[in-house]
């Protein structure tokens, strides 16, 4: 059966019907969750991150628009609330953080896989760079896209994915030779 | 670390990210089949974006909608609760200051009647034989 479109759901969520409300957090579920989780790991702050985003956005709802797409709408809320997330808790790697007191950064780098080190170069970048390059690179939005939801302009945006994947690179030199 | 972006780098990012012109695409073509350097940070980036490249959807677990569900419920209930409380309040606050008008009336005019309770004024017999006079003295 054919699940009715965002815009109708929208619609019968501001009549009230819960049920259709409920149909938009399963559909948009996985958008959110992946950048929440990409810019602040498989912690509880991220699942309570995503609960504020949809919760937020049921708060809004007689003020949407549709000015932009409800993935837009949700995806820029995510992310938004993410950043301020990090900047709340300001422990960038926390996920590492043990390792790195008992190794150092040197050492931990060493006993990474390269599947492991990307992760973690990637967790050391600066949230704004970290905000593109999820969207881009991760979530594979178009770089116009990424722009828009994130509200820079284009040039910026471009600039702080090269920035942001020379890190990555220059991180993982030495693992990456062939 | 060398942090800066060589000509043939940016160009190199910049092709996978936005439009590149087509002297742009052949010049890349051309660094990257004569130049080694370049040809293995191509190699790099790649596998960097191939790795980091979402292939599967995410998610918060199972039952996530039912726990935002849940939540607006909780909400809206405990959003009900708090507006019933808040004017139950003031409707107590109303009844108080009534009874305690209703009582300084009754003592004030030292009536037990409903008149004296609501503070109206009853005429007196005085009031209503000057009041006649008064009318005559017109007349």
Redesign the interface.
């Known amino acids: 059966m054919d699940q009715p479109d965002d815009e109708v759901l929208i619609e019968k969520s501001k009549e009230g019907d819960m049920a259709a409300f409920k149909t938009l957090v399963v559909r948009h579920e996985g958008q959110v969750a992946g950048v929440i989780r990409s810019l602040l790991g498989t912690t509880p702050e991220a699942e309570d991150v995503g609960q504020e985003v949809f919760i937020r956005f049921y708060d809004a709802l007689n003020k949407f628009r549709g000015e932009s797409k409800v993935s837009t709408y949700l995806v820029r809320i995510a992310i938004n609330l993410s950043l301020n997330e990090l900047k709340k808790r300001k422990r960038t790697a926390s996920r590492y953080a043990s390792m790195e007191a008992a190794d150092g950064i040197k050492g931990i780098e060493e006993t990474l896989d390269l599947k492991e080190h990307l992760q973690y170069a990637f967790d050391k970048l600066d949230p704004d760079f970290r905000a593109v390059a999820t969207l881009r690179l991760i979530e594979g939005y178009s770089t116009e896209e990424t722009a828009g939801i994130l509200e820079i302009p284009l040039g910026t945006a471009l600039s702080r994915l090269a920035r942001a994947q020379q890190k990555l690179r220059l991180s993982l030199t030495k693992k990456l030779r062939p | ?3 800066h ?1 060589s000509e043939h ?2 160009l190199l ?2 092709s996978w ?2 439009p590149v012109s087509a002297r742009e695409r052949d010049t890349l073509a051309e660094v990257i089949q004569n130049n080694p350097a370049i040809r293995q ?1 191509s ?3 790649q ?3 191939t ?4 292939t599967e ?5 199972p039952f ?6 849940n ?3 909780q ?1 809206t209930q405990q959003i009900d609760y708090l507006i019933f409380f808040f004017f139950k309040k003031y409707q107590v606050l109303l009844v108080g200051v009534l009874v305690a008008l209703l009582v300084s009336n009754m003592l004030l005019t030292d009536q037990l009647t409903l008149k004296g309770i609501f503070g109206l004024e009853q005429e007196t017999t005085e009031d209503v034989f000057s009041i006649d006079l008064y009318e005559n003295l017109i007349k």
């Open positions: 670390m060398n942090d972006f780098e940016e990012l910049r990210d936005a940070q190699d790099q980036y596998k960097i974006r790795m980091l490249l979402r959807p995410d998610s918060f677990g996530f909608a039912e726990r935002i569900m939540m607006i419920k909400r």
